[in-house]
C-alpha cells in the first residue's frame, strides 16, 4: 500500500512538475551563538500557535568506548530523573498538565530532548531544558532502577527479537573499523557493569552547551526567542566540549560472510557495502548519487526491485534497498530480502538476482526518465514532510549534530537536480563491489533433534548342546 500511494504522488508530481517543488519559498531560519559556545537555530513557520524545541548533544552509541556501551542511551533516560529544582518525573508531569508532548531519543551520533507546546509556554520548556543540561541530579537508587529498565527493554527488543538480534550481530561484521558496530541499547554484559560514577562523568563529559546545538521551530520570532535562550542558558558555564573523529571504515579488501541462525520462520539476505556519507565523501555528488540509486532500486512501486524481482521473476517476497547520508561517519548501502519460498527460491538465487540489478546499473546508466521520477520523488517526500515542524527541527537538529549545516536543507533539492545518469553509475562501479561486501544469511535455527529412545542391548545365551 505505501508503494502504491507513493507511485500515485510521483504520478501527480510528475504531471504539475518538478521546478515547482525545487523552488519552494524558503523559511525565515535565523542562527546565532551564546558565548558559552551554545549554538541556536530558529526557524520561523506560522502556520499554527505550536512551537517545538529540541536540544541536541554531539554524543551517541559511536562515541563511547568498549565496556561502556550503552551509557549514552542510559544517560537519556536519567535526565528525566530529577534536576535542581525538579523531583524525578515533576518535569514531565508539567508539560503532561499543559498539553505539551516530550520525549528523547539516542543513536550512534547524537542524543536530543524535545518538546512540542503552544508558543506561550516555550519558556517553560527552555527552562526545565537548561535546568537539566547543567544542574542534572543523576541520583543512584534511580539509576539501578532504571538500568533494570533498559536491560528489560534490551530483552523485547533486541534478545528476544530475532530479526532485531540478527541484524545487531550483522553489524558486528559490517562495520570492520568502526565504532557503528556497537548497539546504541548497549551489549547486556556492558548495562550490568555500567555505574552511576560512569553515567556522571559521561554528562559532565558531553552534556556542555559548546556540544550542543538548540533548535526552535514553529510559531516564533528570533526577536522574541533569543532573550529567552539568553536568560535560561546564558549563565550556564562554557565546558570543555572533547574532540570528535568520524568514524571511518577501511577502502575495502576484506569481503566479509557472516551465517546467522535465530528463531526466525524465513530465511533472508543482507548484502551491505561500506560506503561514504555526506560527512565523509570526497565529493559530495558521490552521497547525492548514491541517494539517488537508492531511488532507483526502491522508491516506490515501479522502482526496480519491487518491479523486477518482486512482481517480474517473482524471485523475492520482498526486496529492499537503504541508505543513510546523513551521519557523522562512513555508512552502509545495504540489499536486502526474502526469496520466494513458494517458488522454492533459494538465498544463493536472490543474491544472484541482486547482483544482476547491481551489474546492470554499473554498465548502463538509467535513462532521463527513471531518473525526474526518482528525483522528483526524493524532493516531494522532503517537501510535504516539512509541513510537521517536528519533521524540520528533526532535519536541522541531525544534520547540525553529524557536523554538517542545516542550510543544507535549502540546498538539497539543487544538489539532487545536479546528479547525472552516468554519476549513478560510476558510484556503483566505485562502491558495490565485492572487496566493500558484508553478506548475511539470516537462517531459521534448525529443531533440536529428539533423543530416540534406544533399543535394549541384545544379549546372547547360548544353548547347551
Do not use: C
Request: aromatic share 6%; net charge negative.
Amino acid at each position: 500500500m505505501l508503494r502504491l500511494k507513493t507511485a500515485f504522488t510521483t504520478l501527480v508530481l510528475l504531471l504539475t512538475g518538478l521546478p515547482a517543488l525545487a523552488q519552494e519559498p524558503r523559511q525565515a531560519t535565523h542562527e546565532f551563538h551564546l558565548d558559552n559556545g551554545l549554538k541556536v537555530i530558529v526557524r520561523e513557520d506560522h502556520r499554527a500557535p505550536v512551537v517545538v524545541s529540541q536540544l541536541w548533544y554531539r554524543v551517541g552509541s559511536s562515541h563511547e568506548p568498549p565496556g561502556q556501551t550503552g551509557i549514552s542511551h542510559a544517560l537519556e533516560h536519567m535526565m528525566f530523573k530529577g534536576s535542581e529544582n525538579l523531583g524525578p518525573g515533576e518535569a514531565s508531569k508539567l508539560l503532561g498538565s499543559l498539553g505539551a508532548q516530550e520525549n528523547a531519543f539516542t543513536s550512534r551520533d547524537y542524543t536530543a530532548y524535545y518538546q512540542v507546546l503552544s508558543r506561550e509556554q516555550l519558556p517553560i520548556a527552555l527552562e526545565m531544558e537548561a535546568e537539566r543540561m547543567h544542574t542534572a541530579r543523576l541520583p543512584e537508587d534511580e539509576f539501578l532502577r532504571e538500568m533494570q529498565v533498559i536491560k528489560e527493554e534490551r530483552r523485547l527488543r533486541v534478545d528476544d527479537n530475532p530479526n532485531s538480534l540478527a541484524y545487531e550481530r550483522f553489524l558486528t561484521q559490517a562495520h570492520m573499523a568502526s565504532s557503528y558496530s556497537q548497539p546504541v541499547i548497549g551489549w547486556m554484559h556492558d548495562l550490568e557493569r555500567l555505574t552511576i560514577e560512569n553515567l556522571r562523568t559521561w554528562y559532565r563529559t558531553w552534556y556542555q552547551p559548546g556540544n550542543a546545538i538548540l533548535v526552535i521551530v514553529g510559531d516564533v520570532s528570533l526577536e522574541e526567542v533569543r532573550p529567552m535562550v539568553e536568560t535560561y542558558f546564558g549563565p550556564i558555564p562554557a565546558g570543555e566540549v572533547p574532540p570528535q573523529k568520524a568514524p571511518l571504515e577501511l577502502p575495502g579488501g576484506a569481503q566479509r560472510n557472516v551465517t546467522i541462525e535465530v528463531d526466525v520462520q524465513l530465511p533472508s539476505l543482507i548484502l551491505s557495502f561500506n560506503v561514504p556519507s555526506l560527512s565523509t565523501a570526497a565529493d559530495p555528488w558521490e552521497a547525492h548519487a548514491l541517494r539517488l540509486l537508492e531511488g532507483v532500486l526502491d522508491a516506490g512501486y515501479s522502482a526496480r526491485l519491487p518491479s523486477r524481482l518482486e512482481r517480474g521473476s517473482a524471485l523475492a517476497t520482498s526486496a529492499y534497498a537503504s541508505y543513510s547520508a546523513f551521519t557523522r561517519g562512513d555508512t552502509l548501502f545495504t540489499l536486502s530480502g526474502l526469496p520466494n519460498l513458494a517458488r522454492e527460491v533459494t538465498l544463493e538465487q536472490l543474491e544472484a538476482a541482486l547482483w544482476e540489478q547491481i551489474e546492470e546499473l554499473k554498465n548502463n546508466p538509467p535513462d532521463s526518465a527513471e531518473l525526474t521520477r526518482v528525483k522528483t520523488q526524493l524532493i516531494a517526500e522532503d517537501v510535504y514532510a516539512r509541513d510537521s515542524i517536528t519533521h524540520q527541527a528533526n532535519l536541522i537538529g541531525q544534520l547540525e549534530s553529524v557536523g554538517l549545516s542545516w542550510q543544507l536543507i535549502e540546498q538539497d533539492a539543487a544538489a539532487l537536480e545536479a546528479i547525472t545518469p552516468e554519476q549513478i553509475s560510476t558510484v556503483a562501479r566505485r562502491y558495490l563491489v565485492p572487496e566493500r561486501l558484508a553478506r548475511g544469511l539470516i537462517l531459521p535455527r534448525p529443531p533440536v533433534a529428539e533423543l530416540a529412545p534406544q533399543a535394549p542391548e541384545a544379549t546372547t545365551t547360548e544353548g547347551a548342546n
